[in-house]
């Protein structure tokens, strides 16, 4: 079965992190891709620029309208994925607990809809 | 047997609806994660077996009966699905498993998977119950939702909700791994005691303390080496146990110290009793087997005349470290009060008042009005009766709490 790991953290606490936080996060995350790589359940994953990048687009009354901003503003936005192919849910969501994301945020583990 | 009675053929799919429900909406479901279309084939099954076995007579492997035209119900259902890559899938899974069993034996028990896939972690708690309920035992959701006081058409949505993540979700069947085994255990003895408790209460129907029970023992005969799950049934037992001397002739609620031991059922403590003791041998303590300690230290009364209050408060001073249960935390200031004196019960019991939980919690109320009305404050002990008689939801209790304020 495939999910999306949806990797949900603060844009705020990453701004004011240390250097030296970023980059031991940076590494972990390096760490992790590669254990997902080596065991062959990764199908893509990607870092997503901060929500003051993101427009939001829908269509009312006809008429399309942006947005420049998320979709919601929350506490915490979603900031990467990845996309994984596991046996079930046991194994995607020990995969999630392992994303170096869980600890400075969380992770929303959806299963893809298959058609 | 041409000449069976309708009668005769409703009492056996009866029982065999009792004995193998469980059994066989597990092993229908496991492939595929579709509790929904297993309950649905097997309920085709069942109205099919009320028409059939009249006429042809009772077959010999009524299970395995059942199973074959639950499982060809079950094709059509996939086979009318409008995802034609859903369909495929399906058929595929459930062709895995075709072979038809030739005797009831020959299913293979996967309730305890099914059991666990309930009680997953990603499923809400508070349906992780009343979804067991249904999936192993065949009960409807109205008749849950009377027992749990909540509304059918609430309790049936979100049974539904719950399948549907059961599926889509990719919960798996399985017993868990040893390493996650306690914690996942946990759940599912979490939710058969929240079965048993919500039982107690006498009302009409199937009565839940007893499906309870028979899950405590399901559970256990295929657990037999989980302490925790002989625990809990000893727990239960040591409960069920006191049924009779719970209320007196006239349904007056009779506490457990006022309970006259003579009607309690001996059987049921002995074999409490036994299952705690090849528990301990297991050298795993856990929260159930210090609840069954407890029940078996106030069983000591039937032989010694009193409860071993000692053992008891001791016990529950090790439930208290275990756990951040506001109902261990009256129960062992209970049991200080008995072996140390109302005040320092009241002031075990004070450490507490502030735990938001307890605010609105009658046993908190009736437990402090007890302990105040022994160390001679009328007037606090006559507002917390009033407090835990307002709260009362069982018309016994809140006679037997209208008595107790009497003796103020």
């Known amino acids: 079965m495939q999910y999306m790991l949806l990797i949900h953290s603060s844009e705020a606490e990453l701004q004011s992190a240390s250097q030296d936080t970023v980059g031991r996060m940076h590494a972990a995350y390096m760490a992790y891709t590669e254990a997902l790589t080596q065991a062959g359940v990764v199908v893509n994953g990607n870092r997503l620029r901060p929500t003051s990048s993101t427009t939001t687009v829908r269509i009312v009354d006809g008429k399309t309208q942006m947005l420049d901003g998320p979709y919601a503003e929350t506490k915490e936005q979603l900031a990467g994925y990845y996309l994984i192919d596991v046996p079930d849910l046991d194994a995607a969501l020990s995969w999630a607990a392992r994303c170096p994301g869980a600890s400075f945020g969380a992770i929303e583990v959806r299963p893809i809809w298959v058609m | 047997m041409p000449h069976e009675t309708d009668h005769l053929v409703a009492e056996t799919a009866e029982a065999v609806a009792r004995r193998s429900y469980g059994k066989l909406v597990a092993f229908l479901a496991a492939r595929t994660g579709d509790v929904t279309t297993a309950e649905d084939a097997l309920a085709d099954a069942f109205a099919a077996a009320l028409v059939d076995w009249p006429v042809s007579g009772i077959p010999r492997s009524p299970e395995a009966w059942l199973m074959t035209v639950a499982r060809r119900r079950s094709v059509d259902a996939a086979r009318r699905r409008r995802t034609r890559g859903e369909a495929a899938d399906h058929l595929r899974l ?154 007196d002739a006239a349904g007056a609620y009779v506490p457990l110290d006022e309970q006259d031991t003579a009607l309690w059922h001996t059987d049921m403590i002995e074999e409490a009793e036994s299952l705690l003791l090849r528990a301990s041998t297991m050298g795993m303590i856990g929260r159930y087997q210090l609840e069954a300690a407890v029940q078996s230290a106030h069983a000591a ?108």
Not at chain 2, 207 to 227: I, S, T
Not at chain 2, 342 to 366: C, F, I, N, T, V
């Open chain 2, 94 to 247: 459930l062709a895995d498993d075709w072979g038809d069993p030739m005797d009831d034996t020959a299913i293979p028990d996967r309730r305890l998977a099914l059991m666990f896939a309930c009680a997953h972690p990603a499923i809400d708690p508070a349906i992780r119950a009343p979804l067991i309920l249904q999936t192993i035992l065949g009960f409807d959701g109205a008749a849950i939702a009377s027992a749990l006081l909540v509304s059918p058409a609430t309790m049936s949505q979100r049974l539904v909700r719950a399948k549907h993540k059961i599926r889509y979700a990719g919960i798996p069947f399985r017993v868990p791994e040893r390493a996650e085994m306690a914690e996942r255990l946990d759940a599912v003895l979490a939710a058969i005691y929240a079965a048993y408790s919500e039982g107690w209460p006498e009302g009409a129907g199937r009565n839940l303390a007893e499906e309870a029970l028979w899950l405590g023992r399901l559970v256990a005969a295929l657990l037999p080496e989980e302490p925790e799950a002989l625990g809990l049934l000893a727990l239960m037992l040591h409960a069920e146990a006191r049924r009779a001397a719970r209320s």
């Open chain 2, 301 to 408: 009364r039937r032989l010694t005349g009193r409860s071993d209050w000692a053992a008891i408060e001791r016990l529950y001073a090790a439930l208290s470290a275990m756990t951040d249960s506001p109902v261990v935390a009256i129960n062992h200031a209970i049991a200080i009060a008995e072996t140390q004196g109302a005040e320092p019960g009241l002031a075990s019991l004070d450490a507490h008042a502030m735990d938001k939980r307890l605010a609105d919690y009658q046993p908190y109320w009736a437990a402090r009005a007890e302990l105040l009305r022994r160390t001679g404050e009328a007037d606090a002990a006559d507002q917390a009766y009033r407090r835990a008689i307002d709260l009362a939801t069982d018309a016994a209790v809140r006679d037997y709490l209208r008595r107790r304020r009497m003796l103020i």
